[in-house]
């Protein structure tokens, strides 16, 4: 059983299309997150929802667009694609802070590679 | 600007070596974790120290935290081929609902 699932695992589009990106957590957890993985591997956290609310949102083009209409899905919508969104972007999600006050550890989905020509 | 910076940047060792990676941040966490990321794979959430606490065993796996000099180190002990992966840092602190802000990385290789 597959705790965090993305789909696609790939995803290769041509500049201005629109694409999506689904995630789903079996893990019965509170909060969901997206983050985007450059070619250097660096992390950064794109979004963070708590039971469908959004609770970060980092510096992201507004083209970026996360819906969550269950707190078990996170999907992630790029309007206007563009060169640089080309990296691997990973769902994750963990328990509610809110709920322990504390942060926990997140557990990571297997990451959608977009590549935009 | 990027909390957690991984020194070194790449590590290569023989199997059964220990690896030692370091870890060092800006700013006041509650929480520091490590996470380890094999090639084309999502991250794996390996230990979880937290800020009032200095040491961390599991399995082969030590992590230390010196809060004063915003710092962190994780050991690898008695490494083998399959410890192979990137290993990162994440801190964990509140800006307004808490954020994990990872960093860059270190590249270990272990060589059979």
């Known amino acids: 059983d597959t705790a965090v699932s993305q789909t696609p695992k790939y995803l290769v589009t041509q500049m201005g299309n629109d694409k999506s990106i689904k995630c789903e957590q079996n893990l019965g957890h509170d909060t969901m997150y997206w983050y985007k993985q450059d070619s250097k591997k660096f992390l950064k956290i794109m979004f963070s929802?708590?039971?469908?609310?959004?609770?970060i949102n980092e510096t992201v083009p507004n083209r970026f667009s996360p819906k969550s209409p269950d707190k078990a899905h996170l999907n992630l919508h790029i309007n206007s694609l563009e060169l640089g969104d080309s990296a691997v972007y990973f769902c994750a999600s963990s328990q509610s802070f809110l709920a322990g006050g504390l942060p926990h550890e997140q557990y990571f989905g297997p990451g959608t590679r977009l590549t935009v020509t | 600007s990027q909390q957690g910076e991984e020194d070194p940047q790449a590590l290569s060792i023989q199997e059964g070596e220990n690896a030692t990676m370091n870890c060092s941040y800006k700013?006041?966490?509650?929480?520091l974790q490590w996470y380890r990321q094999n090639s084309g794979r999502g991250l794996v959430h390996l230990i979880l120290i937290r800020s009032n606490e200095r040491e961390k065993h599991s399995g082969r796996l030590r992590v230390t935290l010196d809060t004063s000099k915003k710092s962190s180190s994780l050991l690898i002990t008695a490494s083998r081929a399959a410890d192979t992966a990137s290993y990162f840092c994440?801190?964990?602190?509140w800006g307004g609902g808490f954020k994990t802000i990872f960093g860059a990385g270190t590249r270990l290789f272990v060589k059979a």
């Open positions: 700013t006041s966490i509650n929480n």
């Open positions: 929802y708590n039971n469908k609310e959004l609770i």
């Open positions: 994440a801190t964990a602190s």
